[in-house]
């Protein structure tokens, strides 16, 4: 019992340390010195590099996505709704979901295992003998680029994905490549694409302090990064889908349309 217990103490305490790591990323944000040319680096490093992993998953989302769109139409005739099927799935809620996951993957691991090396080869304190704010040059430059590169991401997946939709029926029933995208955003309106897709600034938060306090608390030397790296996969990913069913709600209750 006595152990019990203990575990759980230590797991609140982490889970009250992570969030006020949270809470002081956001602080730091809106105070000077902005970091602005290492925010820009991150964003590209984050951002940029990522875009080919997006673009090649939402033509396979999108492709998968639209064959078994058809397979389920076909038996009650209405083919011509697949286009516009595809679409506000996609933007609703597939792109941003599948969207988050594979950054989650990919910059998750990255920050973490990038931070956790700096931890054991003790190069944060060096950046601390130097006068320099380690917090706000390697966290706060980070969550940043992730609130700012996230929906842009997003994006890039529903165009992708609506493109592979695209790929697929044409190869399948011919249709023609402006009625097809007419089609496809022929239901999509403001409230669908906007709070869908803003709402994913928030994984981005999610994971980029999720993965930089994994980071920054590494111990164990090299072992320890690789935990750090696993465990920011992980929890970032387990966050995500958790707090994106909460975001739902609000915007179902924000935007009553939306879930009509």
């Known amino acids: 019992m006595e152990a019990w217990w203990t575990r759980a103490g ?17 602080r730091e944000t809106f105070r000077p010195p902005f970091e602005l ?13 990522s875009a080919p992993l ?16 058809r397979a ?28 988050g996951l594979l950054l989650s993957g990919r910059i998750g691991a990255g920050i973490g295992a990038e931070l956790g090396a700096m931890k054991v080869t003790e190069q944060i304190d ?11 040059y390697l966290v706060v430059t980070r969550v940043v680029a992730c609130v700012v590169l996230m929906p842009i991401l997003t994006t890039v997946m529903n165009l992708t994905g609506i493109a592979g939709g695209f790929i697929a029926e044409h190869a399948t029933s011919g249709m023609p490549f402006w009625l097809y995208f007419r089609s496809a955003f022929s239901l999509v309106d403001f409230t669908d694409y906007v709070p869908s897709t803003l709402k994913t600034s928030v994984f981005g938060f999610l994971i980029a302090t999720t993965a930089a306090y994994l980071g920054t608390h590494t111990t164990s030397g090299t072992e320890g990064v690789g935990r750090a790296a696993t465990r920011s996969v992980v929890l970032s990913s387990v966050l995500l889908i958790t707090v994106n069913v909460l975001l739902v709600r609000v915007i179902f209750f924000l935007f009553p349309e939306t879930g009509g």
Not at 73 to 95: H, V, W
Request: charged fraction near 20%.
């Open 10 to 26: 230590v797991l609140f305490a982490s889970i009250g340390d992570a969030t006020l790591f949270g809470l002081r990323a956001i």
């Open 37 to 49: 040319k290492e925010t820009a680096r991150q964003i590209y490093e984050l951002g940029w590099r």
């Open 54 to 69: 997006i673009a090649a998953s939402g033509l396979a989302v999108g492709v998968v996505m639209s064959m078994h769109t």
């Open 72 to 99: 389920s139409l076909e038996r009650f005739g209405a083919e011509a709704l697949i286009p516009a099927a595809l679409g506000i799935a996609l933007i609703r809620e597939t792109g941003p979901l599948t969207a």
């Open 126 to 136: 060096a950046l601390e003998a130097t006068a320099v704010d380690s917090f706000k």
